[in-house]
């Protein structure tokens, strides 16, 4: 059974920072590029990133730039999201997703004093 | 950035009736756009991919057409399950872009 189960999200005061983690299983990780997909309350969803199979390419949307990192670790069936500065405006839950064809659970972002 | 106008962002209809959501793209995307289906609190789910092949074991009565830049996801016969907040996305370029979504609720 395909499983992406993300962590690491927690209340964060402004200017925090978090690491997001999701561990697959159920499938080679190592095949397919990663996405990282978040949705702030009563929004839609908006993509944020994603990187290629050996981590060599990584692509982001422009508000993440300089902040967000991605990143994977194919041994260990995982990808990551390192998230610096926190704004009240990166709250949201945070989805990650195989390719944009499967997807998590979500992981919950709160951005607060 | 391709800009992704999906309408209406709302709409109330019954069990049975046939429901229409359109995206339209501010460029041409070939067929590189996806519709989900999300319900609250849940993860997306994937209906339809390259703008009309449905995604396996989706009900055959959810359907995708368009290309370029502009693409319809239609509902045949609205069930009790479908309701629900559907979106559309573009993967011909980056940054992905995802329509606003639509909110389809029962009548």
């Known amino acids: 059974e395909v499983q992406l189960v993300e962590s690491g999200g927690d209340l964060v005061q402004p200017g925090g920072s978090l690491r997001l983690s999701c561990a697959v299983s159920g499938f080679t990780f190592s095949d397919f590029w990663m996405d990282w997909v978040r949705q702030a309350p009563g929004e839609g969803l908006e993509w944020v990133a994603n990187i290629n199979q050996d981590g060599s390419k990584k692509y982001y949307v422009d508000s993440v730039k300089g902040r967000f990192t991605v990143s994977r670790d194919n041994a260990k069936n995982s990808v990551y999201l390192q998230i610096n500065s926190l704004r009240a405006e990166d709250t949201a839950v945070y989805y990650c997703?195989?390719?944009?064809?499967?997807w998590g659970q979500g992981t919950k972002v709160t951005v607060s004093s | 950035d391709i800009q992704m106008t999906q309408s209406p962002s709302s709409l109330s209809a019954s069990v049975g009736d046939r429901v229409t959501i359109t995206c339209r793209t501010s460029?041409?995307?070939?067929?590189?756009l996806a519709w989900y289906q999300q319900k609250p609190g849940k993860a997306p789910e994937r209906l339809i991919y390259a703008a009309s092949s449905l995604v396996s074991g989706v009900p055959s009565r959810f359907s995708g057409s368009g290309s370029g830049t502009e693409f319809t996801l239609t509902i045949s016969s609205l069930q009790p399950e479908d309701f629900a907040t559907y979106s559309c996305l573009q993967w011909n370029s980056y940054p992905r872009t995802f329509g606003q979504g639509t909110k389809v609720e029962i009548k």
């Open positions: 997703s195989r390719q944009l064809e499967l």
């Open positions: 460029q041409g995307i070939r067929n590189d």
